[in-house]
């Protein structure tokens, strides 16, 4: 008489050993938030991954954003475009409009169209040379290492999982779905074993 529990067992095992343990893993990485102490021994794996390295990854992203981002290359693609020319034209106007008042009308309209052409992009120029200058006082990689470091943990787990949490779930899933083919594999070998 075959006896299907040593077919079907083994396989079964093996989803759930393998999907338990890619849940426990993704649960590692937040969790737990805070180290935990047994006789005054840090016990491992404590606190969780994200929560250990918070400031690590908030140095990393500062650095990412102020190296591969937001950096002199990237201003300088994105400023001397013909949309940026066109809103510096659109700020003289409102300029003009502001400081002359009604006066304006006194200024020829091809002059003032003649100005806006040699201006816009000398002042695009400075803008873009300005910019970088003014993004290097306010010191974003800072900004964003003082906000990721200080940022409560709980809502960093949040926002991570609200973006990944499909991706997540998959990864369990296949967890589950390996073990039962490992388990399958089990079978085999000890039919051919046997």
Known sequence: M???????????????????????????????KKEKRVFGLRVPFTPGLIPRDQILIAKSLGALIEEKLINSEEIDLRITKEEINGKIK????KAVEKNMGKLAFLIP??????????FAPKISELVKDELFNFLNLINVKQ????????????????????VTQKHLTYI???????????GLIQVVVNMYLQ
């Open 109 to 118: 309209e091809t002059v003032m169209n003649q100005v806006k052409k040699f």
């Open 2 to 32: 075959i006896n299907f529990s040593q077919y079907l067992l083994p396989p079964v095992i093996g989803a759930i050993i393998g999907w338990f343990t890619n849940k426990q893993a993704i649960w590692m990485l937040f969790n737990p």
């Open 143 to 162: 900004i964003v290492e003082d906000k990721v470091s200080s940022f409560p943990i709980e809502e960093l787990e949040e926002a991570i999982q609200g």
């Open 172 to 182: 369990v899933n296949l967890g589950g779905v390996l073990g039962f083919i490992i």
């Open 90 to 93: 659109e700020l003289m106007d």
